[in-house]
């Protein structure tokens, strides 16, 4: 039966993540799949996680079931970090939170969710985004269709664009938004720009489902999140999924939420019994290991502020390694403007050169990067930036 089975190429990003473990050479650089590095090219884990790991391994009696929502404590400290203390949506009783596996958990179960109360409802994804954003978000059965979002000749949003073709969207159309640190291109909406659009989606009564991945790896903790909390305050119905690999550094934990904001607490209650019965279709509950250890530095004081001041030092990192990237392109790739580096946010930018150019740089340069040319800039080390922008002139000019 399984003999008639298609082979299927390598997933776009982890596929560049297999292909570049299996190069020897040392001096490969590796700006693929998204992950967090230091200096020394580790993604080492955060000093805050490993104490509450410690914490949970001493204290931990039992590996007895959690809940079908997971940790209820995590659920409420996600729902804190991502909306704030104090946040209106937090009384209201119309918030309810599910632990996810992962920020794809929370896309797919918020998926699920859209499917089950709309199984007509359209996804409108920018155009371009998280390649995995298309199966997490289709593979259930929903519609996908692309709005306009990157201006490639500003490096920015086109916003004018963007707001143009959600204008002319039916409403109860789902609107897939990035909260900050826009993957794959780095381009953000400004705080400004998230009010105009908040005006248009009540006006046309879209749905937005808001995906942060990495909060506080661009402006702030609060900056990064300033989208998801004016939609909740103002919008009957939101929906957030959330993900815990890079502010936390757990990715293999697999640790992420799920926020939905409903227009009553009745619906609020319906909401979440859905998203139990579906998870439990799905994976029956999620991993507890990796939310344990968040919701043991979100509630710890000294954890909490240790965290803090990890993650502060991690987007300095970003911010630092764009500043130099900008200076080393600039100055080695004299007929291109680089300028929009430093403009954006977050972990990624587009190189801007073509599939060719990509080709040379992995095979004859060692300097692996998505098919598309994003970048992961956390991944470039100070000490080989100058190569790795003599290596973008040598194929790119
Ligand atoms: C990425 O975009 O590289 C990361 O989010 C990792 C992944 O799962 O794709």
Known sequence: MLEHLDRLPPDPILGVMTAFRADTDPRKVDLGVGVFRDDAGETPIMRAVREAEQELIARQKTKTYVAAVGNAGFNEAMAQLVLGQGHAALASGRLRTIQAPGGCGALRLGAELIRAAAPDAVVHVSTPTWANHVPL???????????????S??????FDAMLGALDRLPPRS??????????PTGADLDDAQWRELLALVRRRSL???IDIAYQGLGRGVAEDAYGPRLFCAELP???VAVSCSKNFGLYRERTGA??????TPAAADAAISQLMRIARGLYSMPPDHGAAIVHGILTGERLRSSWEGELDAMRLRIQQLRAAAL???????RAKDFGYIARQRGMFSYLGVDLQAVRELRE???????DDSRINLAGLRMDNIECFAQAVAKVAG
């Open 137 to 151: 978000l289709s593979n259930c059965g929903l519609k996908l269709e692309r709005y306009p979002y990157f201006n």
């Open 237 to 239: 119905e939101v929906l």
């Open 364 to 370: 004859r340069h060692q300097v692996s990067m998505m």
């Open 207 to 209: 749905l937005p489902f």
């Open 327 to 333: 200076k080393a392109l600039a100055a080695a790739c």
């Open 258 to 263: 799920l926020h939905v904001l409903s227009a």
């Open 174 to 183: 789902v609107v897939l938004l990035h909260a900050s640190c826009h993957n």
């Open 153 to 158: 000749a500003t490096g920015g949003v086109a």
